[in-house]
């Protein structure tokens, strides 16, 4: 596709699993036959801009058996309305996998929902450009209307020139930043985030010992892994806490993910947000679920009974890179709490699962975040539907913060699925019913 250029009702900055959300939900509004004529047409002219060569969900933790954790009806439609084109039970019947499907246990497997995100992305209404890095969104000075526009400014990669569209609303699903702590800031490529995981594993000569930093699901998945794809490497997992904790998954704390809960989690002062959050934080974040925590438990016990143990663990340590030299990356491990001395290891390679973090104002909206009401821990102010509000009086700017609003909105609103239908449904309802007058979309050259 030609880049796309001009104006355009919405512009939709990444089109990972929360930009296709946001395809999906404006496509299947604009098939409502009580629509006007105008509110339909968004779908087909929103444009989609996307960094990656293709519509990939985590293509470099696409491991082998690893599962989702969310629950499948948790998907790009059914949440929002069950009689959507895009829901995962429509996916498994196009692909004639109903009876399969419904025969197997446990959640779908990684691979499955990865397809399945492609199937979705393909399908639905809309401009989308891949290779096309979002640098800037500006003010667009030249729009004298009562609304203010946006220019959306982006680079495309493959002809290496640089881009714009001007918009009246623009969404943000960037998703979630890779966190790598300043204590393994080097560059060497034996040092990587899990965020390159497949690529840097596979560009290496085979490792004799790796170090693993982390104790969350990622983590966990990366060291089994390792343990099959390295049998005879020494394997380091290094954690802050006691070991592996798991997932809270009690049922009654799951409604954190119930679409409800973000106005009243909204609703609290700053200081209050941030208690209820941290009671809920385990259900998601620095924890396994239990089949890893199983399968890890079983792996070093079997080192123990075979006195040959492979997985070695270092908990409540904290850890730095102290050189790296072409034999070895050198790693100080001391106690957490005392900062007494541990261990010196030398490994092949360094893998940081040490998470993500949600950007306080994403990278893109710097040059027009100076407008934006900020509350008293710095975030912006959003609505329950995650439009940021103005320093000018608090009205509407239109644009969305989309699964990149996770500590004014709730947990649930973090870059998961769990709401992603839900939010993309709010999202495109007030796209098409704003009234906003619908420039012509166009592509070019
Ligand atoms: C290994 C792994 C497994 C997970 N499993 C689950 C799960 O089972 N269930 C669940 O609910 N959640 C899971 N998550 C959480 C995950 O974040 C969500 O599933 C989902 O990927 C969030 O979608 P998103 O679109 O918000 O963010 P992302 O998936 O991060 O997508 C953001 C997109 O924006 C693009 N982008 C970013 N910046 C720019 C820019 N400047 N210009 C253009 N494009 C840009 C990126 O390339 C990317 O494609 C998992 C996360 C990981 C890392």
Redesign the pocket.
């Not at 801009?49 to 990656?52: H, N, V, W």
């Not at 096309?132 to 640098?135: D, F, L, M, Q």
């Given at each position: 596709m030609t880049a796309p250029e001009g104006t355009a009702p919405v512009v939709c900055?990444?089109?990972?699993?929360?930009?296709?959300?946001l395809a999906a939900a404006l496509t299947d509004l604009s098939y409502q036959p009580h629509r006007e004529p105008h509110e339909g047409g968004v779908a087909g002219q929103a444009v989609y801009?996307?960094?990656?060569a293709e519509?990939?969900?985590?293509p470099e933790?696409m491991i082998a058996g690893?599962?989702?954790?969310?629950h499948y009806l948790?998907d790009f439609g059914t949440p929002r309305d069950p009689h959507t084109r895009f829901g995962f039970v429509n996916y498994l019947h196009a692909k004639n996998r109903f009876y399969e499907f419904t025969a197997r246990s446990g959640y779908p497997e990684?691979v499955e929902?990865d397809d399945y995100c492609r199937w979705v992305a393909e399908r639905v209404d809309g401009l989308r450009h891949f290779g096309?890095?979002?640098?800037a969104v500006h003010r667009d000075t030249a729009a004298n209307g009562a609304r203010p526009a946006y220019r959306v400014e982006?680079r495309d990669e493959a002809t290496r020139r640089d881009h714009s569209i001007v918009t009246p609303a623009v969404v943000v699903?960037?998703?979630?930043a890779p966190h790598i702590p300043a204590e393994f800031e080097v560059d060497d490529r034996r040092v990587f985030h899990?965020?390159r995981y497949l690529s840097g594993i596979t560009a290496l000569e085979p490792p004799r010992s790796i170090a693993v930093v982390g104790a969350a699901?990622?983590a966990g998945?990366i060291i089994l892994d390792l343990r099959q794809r390295f049998p005879d490497a020494a394997v380091h997992s290094i954690v802050r806490n006691n070991g592996f904790s798991m997932y809270d998954l009690g049922h009654f704390v799951n409604r954190a993910y119930w679409p409800h809960e973000r106005a009243a989690f909204a609703a609290y002062p700053a200081e209050i947000r941030a208690e209820v959050y941290a009671g809920q934080a385990r259900t998601n974040y620095a924890a396994v679920d239990p089949d890893v925590s199983t399968a890890l438990y079983n792996d070093w016990y079997r080192g123990r009974v075979l006195g040959a143990q492979r997985l070695h663990l270092h908990i409540r340590s904290a850890s730095r890179i102290i050189e790296t030299s072409p034999a070895a990356i050198t790693l100080d491990i001391t106690d957490r709490y005392t900062g007494g001395h541990r261990d010196r290891i030398g490994v092949d390679a360094v893998i940081l699962c040490t998470g993500?973090v949600q950007p306080r104002i994403p990278?893109?909206l710097a040059p027009i975040a100076a407008g934006f009401a900020v509350d008293s821990d710095g975030e912006p102010v959003v609505d329950p539907i995650g439009q940021i509000r103005y320093l000018d009086g608090g009205h509407e700017s239109g644009i969305y913060l989309?699964?990149?609003a996770e500590r004014q909105l709730g947990i649930g609103s973090?870059?998961?699925?769990?709401l992603?239908a839900v939010r993309s449904g709010d999202i495109a309802e007030s796209l098409v019913t704003a009234t906003r007058p619908l420039p012509t979309a166009t592509a070019s050259a």
């Open positions: 900055i990444g089109y990972g699993p929360a930009g296709i959300g801009l996307e960094r990656q519509a990939a969900w985590q933790l690893t599962d989702i954790q969310h948790r990684r929902w096309a890095t979002v640098r982006y699903a960037t998703g979630y899990s965020d699901q990622t998945e993500y990278e893109v989309h699964g990149v973090a870059a998961s699925f769990s992603l």
